[in-house]
Structure formats: structure tokens, C-alpha cells
């Protein structure tokens, strides 16, 4: 019996016009080999059904073997985590990263039609375009993989996996130091750089070992360069926050040279959070803000304030810092909740939410300011670690009391006592 299970109809419509639909549920129809082998390196083009439309999709290798063992088949119905909408054969085709089989061997639900009419003529075999490589079992011309204008440059929104030959444009935003990491069988480098084409579209470019030699010293932030010839494949989100699913990795024969006028003007690709929203954000959320800032380096000079935006901050939990300072100098050193609550004698929570509360006179500042030059004992933590080269060291309060000066006059009589028979055995 088949199980009930209702598609979205017309889901096809919202794919094309975001990335962001949560796990949209459609129905594979069709299938076909684009490489002369039958393994796990083959890649397929496929058609989807939403119960309305279909639409040409291509699926990420990984899946291949999903085909060959006939665990995916027509029918089947597919729920995509993860996937992007690209201009592929002169159209516009579904790339799917991510996916997972709900239900397989389905009947067909619905009548489909094709939301773009040339991908209709292509499957037809209608189209006269120059062909590429396609199965001989579905008798379907492909035509040529092309999104390159008319100077021959592809936007960065138009690049996608599957493409062999490509060039873009654009300034780099940022770039990164050379990093060295080790493993148990070799030594590598690597460093990456950011390039933002006229468009606003951002994306990573990625060089490893001798690669990043080359191309480390051409490389210049603001500057605007043309590169052709790489691998393009799905980012890797835990180390890129970048909003694109793609990433670019440079071999030995790509083409990096600069350019004049790769991007005219300032081009800015920021979604900016406002900074009452920062709140709100999970931890490690990366966030653009913009702001006013004022410079604090000499109080008693003029105020200047200036307009200040970060790209790619992190969102972290707020580790107080309270500045500790003896007779023979100062540091800064990290409190957590607790040590800050018998610091403060308030939470954290509640000191936040002191600044919305107006039936009282306290607030956060005034706390705060009732605690400085207040003298305790302090138990500190201490580690050292290297950033950038440098040494740094890091001290976090593990314990704090309050002064009890009967026993520390008890404890200080008694030192000066052992120093002055030590000052007497030594005169004697």
C-alpha cells in the first residue's frame, strides 16, 4: 500500500527564488549518467516533481552509489537539507549537496510540466546547442555548460560544482595569514583570501602548500584580480561564515592575475545585525555590526567619534574582565558567572536586565562602580599560549574573598616577625 504523503505543489517556485526553503520534500522522475563510468565517480543529472513542476537537478557525486545499488530510484521521494539553484545549460537547475530518501518506489503524483520551457526542448532532444557528454540511454543532447558574459567573466552567483571551464572577477576583501600545521606524514601550508565581484557576491579562495607560496605575496587586499581555472566545490561551513555554498581551492593550473577594473567603486557585501539583536544570536554566530565609536586613548582630549564596522565577528558568551592591581603592577583577568556574581553580589542575568528596569535607581554602571578599588584575595589561574607569535598570557579568577584584616594583621605580624629573627641571627 502506499504510503500517504502529500507533495508541496508549487515548491519548485520558492526554490528558484531563495535557498533558504527548510527541507523541501519532491519526487525523482528521472535520472541519467553524465560520465563514460559506472561507479561511485559518476555524475547523474536528474528531474524533480513537486507535484506541479519539474525541474533538471544536478546531485553531488556522493550520492552515486545511492543510484548504482538502486537504493534511489524513480519514484523516490527526496527531502534536500542542502542545496542551491544555479544557471547550468543555459537554464536554471537545482545542485543538490545534501539529501535524504523519505520514501522509494512511488507512483507518480500529479501531472508534471517543466517550469522552464528549454530544459523541456533539451530532454526532448530538440535543442541544437553544441552538446557535451550525456547518457546514450536517454537519447538527450546537453547543451554546452555556459554562464560567462560577454567579456567572458562569470558572476561568482552563477559558478557551481560541476563547472570545467569558468573566469571571474572581483576585489579581494580579506586576506589571511599563511598558516603551517603538521600531521604525522607531512608538513603543509595553506592560506585563503576573500573576492567580492561587482554583483556583491562573496566568495573563498583556498591555496595549499606550494600554491600558497606562489600566489601569497601577489595576493593584496583592495586589490582587483581575474582567476580562471580551479576545483569549485560545496564550502566547508565550520571554517567558512561566508554567505555562499561554494568555495574555490587553486591548483597548479590556475590563472591568477591582476586587474583594473574588476570592481569600480565600493562594493559592500555586509548584512549587518543590529546590535540589540547581538543578544539573540547562538554562540559562535559570526555577525556584521556597525556602529559609532568614540576614541577613549586620552580622556581628557577632544571626543572624536568615528563610524566603525566589523565583518565576521563572533558572538561569544560575555566574559567579564575586572582589572586586578597590587602594589607592584596590574592585570587583566577573566571572571565567570559565579566569582562575578560574589564580586558584584548580583547575577549576570539580572545585571543585564537592570538597564530595562526603571523602577529602580541602580544600574549596570553603578554596580560596577561601587566595586572599584574594593580590595580581595584573589586565587588566579594562569596560562600562556602563543597568537600571531606573540606570548600571551591569560588569568582567570578561580577564587575571591573578601578581606578578613583581623586574620591578614595575624598573618603579617607573624612574617615580620620571622624576617626580624632572620635579621638578627645575621647581625649576630
Request: with cysteine; hydrophobic share 40%; net charge neutral.
Amino acid at each position: 500500500m502506499q504510503p500517504e504523503i502529500q507533495l508541496t505543489s508549487h515548491e519548485i517556485l520558492s526554490i528558484n527564488a531563495r535557498d533558504d526553503v527548510p527541507s523541501p520534500i519532491l519526487q525523482l522522475l528521472s535520472f541519467e549518467n553524465l560520465t563514460d563510468s559506472e561507479d561511485v565517480s559518476s555524475q547523474y543529472r536528474i528531474v524533480l516533481f513537486d507535484g506541479t513542476h519539474m525541474q533538471l537537478s544536478i546531485l553531488s557525486p556522493k550520492y552515486s552509489d545511492l543510484l548504482l545499488s538502486n537504493t534511489l530510484k524513480i519514484g523516490s521521494m527526496l527531502s534536500m537539507a542542502s542545496f542551491a539553484c544555479r544557471n547550468v545549460w543555459n537554464t536554471r537547475v537545482i545542485i543538490i549537496f545534501n539529501l535524504a530518501i523519505k520514501f522509494t518506489n512511488l507512483a507518480l503524483f500529479g501531472k508534471p510540466r517543466y517550469l522552464f520551457k528549454e530544459q523541456e526542448q533539451q530532454m526532448l532532444g530538440r535543442d541544437t546547442s553544441p552538446t557535451s557528454k550525456c547518457s546514450l540511454k536517454f537519447g538527450i543532447h546537453m547543451p554546452s555548460v555556459q554562464h560567462e558574459t560577454s567579456d567572458n567573466i562569470s558572476p561568482l552567483k552563477a559558478l557551481n560544482p560541476f563547472q570545467n571551464k569558468w573566469s571571474i572577477k572581483g576585489r579581494v576583501t580579506n586576506k589571511r595569514k599563511m598558516h603551517h600545521y603538521s600531521s604525522p606524514k607531512s608538513s603543509r601550508r595553506v592560506f585563503s583570501f576573500d573576492m567580492i565581484d561587482v554583483e556583491g557576491t562573496e566568495i573563498r579562495i583556498t591555496c595549499f602548500g606550494d600554491i600558497a607560496e606562489m600566489h601569497y605575496h601577489r595576493v593584496e587586499a583592495r586589490a582587483n584580480y581575474c582567476l580562471s581555472k580551479g576545483t569549485i566545490r560545496e564550502a566547508k561551513t565550520k571554517w567558512n561564515k561566508l554567505n555562499n555554498h561554494l568555495e574555490i581551492t587553486l591548483d597548479h593550473n590556475s590563472i591568477l592575475k591582476r586587474c583594473d577594473a574588476a570592481v569600480n567603486g565600493e562594493v559592500n557585501a555586509s548584512r549587518f545585525t543590529s546590535i540589540n539583536e547581538i543578544m539573540y544570536c547562538s554562540n559562535n554566530t559570526l555577525v556584521d555590526v556597525i556602529g559609532l565609536g568614540e576614541d577613549l586613548k586620552n580622556m581628557h582630549a577632544t571626543q572624536i567619534v568615528v563610524v566603525l564596522a566589523v565583518n565576521n565577528a563572533h558572538v561569544g558568551y560575555f566574559n567579564g574582565k575586572i582589572m586586578l592591581q597590587d602594589h607592584t603592577d596590574s592585570l587583566w583577568a577573566t571572571a565567570f558567572d559565579e566569582i562575578g556574581k560574589n564580586l558584584l553580589n548580583i547575577s549576570a542575568k539580572d545585571l543585564y536586565m537592570l538597564q530595562y528596569d526603571l523602577t529602580t535607581a541602580r544600574t549596570p554602571q553603578s554596580i560596577i562602580k561601587d566595586v572599584v578599588l574594593l580590595s580581595f584575595i584573589f586565587t588566579l589561574s594562569i596560562t600562556i599560549d602563543m597568537y600571531n607569535s606573540h606570548t600571551r598570557i591569560k588569568a582567570t579568577i578561580t577564587k575571591a574573598t573578601t578581606i578578613d584584616f583581623q586574620v591578614e594583621c595575624a598573618l603579617l605580624l607573624a612574617d615580620i616577625a620571622r624576617m626580624s629573627a632572620v635579621v638578627e641571627i645575621q647581625t649576630n
